[in-house]
């Protein structure tokens, strides 16, 4: 459910500064009305409220261009360049070209307009825009793609954010990461804020929010949906647990661990599910039917889900894995049982069985394909798809790992890709893996 799919994997450009090689000529300052169109034709994100006109010259690619600084009423100012024959001009924003070269000073396309003077405020403008809420203590900068010039940012409160911000109105909303995202990719990961100390802040701050009553033991962000719901996992001292959504930067709901399987997952720092025996007959017949042949010592429910079916973890006493059962409460559709790894792709947490208890079961599955030189030393669920659950598998004698494909409502055989040449799930992840 992260961004969902919560990662970033864009390639940041090293550097968008530009100087001009040639020396500046002069001109009448038509900025007022040469700019407006410019900015149109450019999908720049700026509405005016100052220009000025810096000069005509030949810049370092040989091209000539006219140069000019527009002050804008969304914050940061830009830098616009139209160059002859372009059909629309660039823009580069004032804090990045404020930034001083290799030999420590300014270019000649800095901004100097009153209201472009502190470009940090601009930035804290722009950012305010994406309805999160930081006193922008601390910029750096980062570096730019095609579509966002992407920024640091470290709030006075202790948190902090990577701040993508639009460079065209016509390619997508500017966008905010926190700095607590574990799952955030080298070249965005934070170095302003402290991840931990900035997750803590903003979780305890949620939970006092809440009303809630929870002496906190521990936090962990989970991701962030699509439509900009934050999501937060915090365990409590007695044993509760809750799941707590925002709504940009303010609390939105806490779900109580014991109902909140169906959120990103479920709570993995705690489980608020009652472990019972009453019905541990039923259930291994219940399981028996499914195909899985589990002596049933205890077991917990899942809430009963919008499709009318009882999803239960298992204990099993004839077996060291166990499994999450899956009982349509109707007739005529099969009862299934996943395995701990595959539970996790089905959406399901098993709290009683240690996902190592299934890496025989996936060793006698490759070794049934043919594939015996591999005994299963990691697993890992990949995702799913409309059909099948993906599992990605490590082997312990360090060779090529394997994505194994269960289809829906099967406990074998498995369709199998070798790590080294599949996309699916956006790769192979385990350590051993990677490094193919």
Same mark, same amino acid.
């Given at each position: 459910?992260?961004?969902?799919?919560?990662?970033?994997?864009?390639?940041?450009?090293?550097?968008?500064?530009?100087?001009?090689?040639?020396? /500046?000529?002069?001109?009448?300052?038509?900025?007022?009305?040469?700019?407006?169109?410019?900015?149109?034709?450019?999908?720049?994100?700026?509405?005016? %409220?100052?220009?000025? /006109?810096?000069?005509?010259? %030949?810049?370092?690619?040989?091209?000539?261009?006219?140069?000019?600084?527009?002050?804008?009423?969304?914050?940061?100012?830009?830098?616009?360049?139209?160059?002859?024959?372009?059909?629309?001009?660039?823009?580069?924003?004032?804090?990045?070209?404020?930034?001083?070269?290799?030999?420590?000073?300014?270019?000649?396309?800095?901004?100097? #307009?009153?209201?472009?003077?502190?470009?940090? #405020?601009?930035?804290?403008?722009?950012?305010?825009?994406?309805?999160?809420?930081?006193?922008?203590?601390?910029?750096? #900068?980062?570096?730019?793609?095609?579509?966002?010039?992407? /920024?640091?940012?470290?709030?006075?409160?202790?948190?902090?954010?990577?701040?993508?911000?639009?460079?065209?109105?016509?390619?997508g909303a500017s966008m905010a990461f926190?700095?607590?995202?574990? *799952?955030?990719?080298?070249?965005? &990961?934070?170095?302003?804020?402290?991840?931990?100390?900035?997750?803590?802040?903003?979780?305890?701050?949620?939970?006092?929010?809440?009303? &809630?009553?929870?002496?906190?033991?521990?936090?962990?962000?989970?991701?962030?949906?699509?439509?900009?719901?934050?999501?937060?996992?915090?365990?409590?001292?007695?044993?509760?647990?809750?799941?707590?959504?925002?709504?940009?930067?303010?609390?939105?709901i806490a779900v109580d661990c014991a109902?909140?399987? *169906?959120?990103?997952?479920?709570?993995?720092?705690?489980?608020?599910?009652?472990?019972?025996?009453?019905?541990?007959?039923?259930?291994?017949?219940?399981?028996?039917?499914?195909?899985?042949?589990?002596?049933?010592? &205890?077991?917990?429910?899942?809430?009963?889900?919008? &499709?009318?079916?009882?999803?239960?973890?298992?204990?099993?006493?004839?077996?060291?894995?166990?499994?999450?059962?899956? /009982?349509?409460?109707?007739?005529?559709?099969?009862? %299934? %049982?996943?395995?701990?790894?595959?539970?996790?792709?089905?959406?399901?947490?098993?709290?009683?069985?240690?996902?190592?208890?299934?890496?025989?079961?996936?060793?006698?599955? #490759?070794?049934?394909?043919?594939?015996?030189?591999?005994?299963?030393?990691?697993?890992?669920?990949?995702?799913?798809?409309? *059909?099948?659950?993906?599992?990605?598998?490590?082997?312990?004698?360090?060779?090529?790992?394997?994505?194994?494909?269960?289809?829906? *409502?099967?406990?074998?055989?498995?369709?199998?890709?070798?790590?080294?040449?599949?996309?699916?799930?956006?790769?192979?992840?385990?350590?051993?893996?990677?490094?193919?």
């Amino acid at each position: 459910m992260r961004r969902f799919g919560i990662g970033l994997a864009l390639a940041l450009a090293t550097s968008v500064v530009m100087t001009a090689s040639a020396s /500046f000529a002069k001109d009448k300052d038509t900025s007022a009305t040469d700019l407006p169109p410019m900015l149109t034709a450019g999908n720049i994100p700026c509405t005016l %409220v100052n220009s000025r /006109f810096i000069a005509e010259g %030949v810049g370092s690619d040989k091209v000539k261009a006219k140069y000019y600084e527009a002050a804008c009423k969304e914050g940061l100012g830009f830098i616009i360049v139209a160059k002859e024959k372009a059909p629309a001009p660039e823009a580069f924003d004032c804090y990045t070209m404020g930034q001083p070269g290799p030999d420590g000073k300014k270019g000649n396309l800095t901004c100097t #307009l009153p209201e472009n003077a502190k470009p940090t #405020l601009g930035i804290q403008t722009a950012f305010t825009a994406t309805g999160h809420a930081c006193d922008v203590s601390n910029v750096r #900068l980062i570096g730019s793609s095609s579509k966002n010039t992407f /920024f640091e940012l470290a709030c006075q409160a202790g948190d902090g954010y990577i701040f993508g911000m639009a460079r065209h109105t016509n390619e997508g909303a500017s966008m905010a990461f926190t700095c607590y995202d574990p *799952n955030a990719k080298d070249n965005l &990961k934070c170095t302003l804020t402290d991840g931990d100390k900035a997750l803590a802040a903003t979780a305890d701050k949620l939970m006092a929010a809440s009303g &809630k009553t929870c002496a906190i033991k521990d936090r962990r962000y989970v991701g962030m949906t699509t439509d900009g719901t934050g999501i937060f996992e915090v365990a409590c001292q007695d044993g509760k647990g809750w799941m707590v959504e925002t709504a940009g930067d303010k609390f939105k709901i806490a779900v109580d661990c014991a109902q909140a399987s *169906n959120v990103a997952g479920g709570c993995t720092l705690t489980d608020a599910r009652a472990a019972e025996t009453a019905q541990s007959a039923l259930y291994t017949s219940l399981s028996k039917k499914a195909g899985f042949d589990c002596n049933v010592s &205890k077991y917990a429910a899942f809430p009963i889900d919008a &499709k009318d079916r009882e999803v239960v973890e298992m204990l099993c006493s004839n077996r060291p894995d166990g499994g999450v059962g899956v /009982f349509p409460l109707g007739s005529g559709v099969k009862p %299934v %049982v996943y395995d701990c790894v595959r539970a996790e792709a089905e959406g399901y947490k098993c709290s009683f069985t240690p996902e190592s208890a299934v890496f025989g079961k996936y060793s006698a599955d #490759l070794k049934a394909a043919g594939k015996g030189s591999c005994v299963v030393s990691g697993a890992r669920a990949l995702g799913k798809t409309d *059909n099948s659950d993906l599992i990605e598998v490590a082997c312990a004698d360090g060779g090529s790992g394997w994505v194994m494909e269960y289809a829906n *409502n099967a406990p074998a055989p498995p369709h199998l890709t070798p790590c080294s040449i599949t996309t699916m799930g956006g790769g192979c992840q385990l350590p051993t893996n990677k490094k193919k």
